[in-house]
């Protein structure tokens, strides 16, 4: 009796195991792709599931107060006249909720993918600029702003396919955004995201 119990137990606990072990391959399988049909505009919006993080130190503005960007691309189907344009969704740790101070210097901005200056100018700071009625990416915090520049599929893969990455803003004070740490997941989703577009 003893022995039968002792064994059910260990059943029991492969069993939870094994549901837990499925379970979590469920759950890293989500799509690194997004896309959705905008209910107002019409059109098909396809976006990375992961946005690249970059960021920047502000020492002078408070002991560990840093700025962040969160980079993604999207493309716009209207009826196969595609569009395509980079998100960078700006905030910070201070939570500047002033809207002219987290967008000056963005409405230019310089990137530099492996060295090679990519610059690109704001094609708008709301969603109706790309014809979406939502946002696309899921804001960080509730300060943030995004800004969307107009890009081509090429600018998009060389991102992807970039070993050195930054991004500086213009102005009368420029400011440079450096990549956070080695982002394989976000890179990998920028890839499967051209895959997609290119099917």
């Known amino acids: 009796m003893f022995e039968r119990t002792i064994i059910r137990r260990k059943a029991d606990r492969l069993a939870i195991t094994v549901a837990i072990a499925v379970l979590a391959g469920c759950a890293t399988s989500a799509p690194a792709v997004n896309e959705t049909l905008d209910p107002l505009t019409a059109v098909t919006i396809t976006?990375?599931?992961k946005p690249l993080v970059l960021y920047?130190?502000?020492?002078?503005?408070?002991?560990?107060?840093r700025s962040y960007l969160h980079l993604g691309p999207i493309q716009i189907n209207r009826s196969g006249d595609f569009k395509?344009?980079?998100r960078?969704?700006?905030w910070n740790t201070m939570h500047t909720a002033d809207v002219t101070e987290n967008?000056?210097?963005f409405d230019s901005i310089v990137l530099f993918v492996d060295g090679e200056?990519?610059?690109l100018d704001a094609a708008g700071w709301?969603?109706?600029?790309?014809g979406a009625s939502e946002p696309v990416y899921v804001k960080p915090v509730a300060a943030s702003v995004d800004a969307y520049y107009r890009v081509t599929t090429d600018q998009i893969?060389?991102?992807a396919q970039s070993n050195d990455f930054r991004l500086q803003t213009t102005g009368s004070s420029p400011r440079d955004f450096e990549m956070w740490d080695w982002q394989t997941a976000a890179k990998d989703a920028l890839q499967a995201f051209l895959e997609q577009v290119f099917l």
Request: aromatic content about 10%; hydrophobic content about 35%.
């Open 47 to 49: 976006s990375s599931s």
């Open 126 to 130: 709301t969603p109706a600029s790309i």
């Open 103 to 105: 967008r000056d210097g």
């Open 88 to 90: 960078v969704g700006i």
């Open 56 to 65: 920047r130190d502000e020492p002078s503005r408070a002991a560990y107060a």
């Open 117 to 119: 200056p990519l610059p």
């Open 84 to 86: 395509y344009f980079l």
């Open 157 to 159: 893969r060389l991102i």
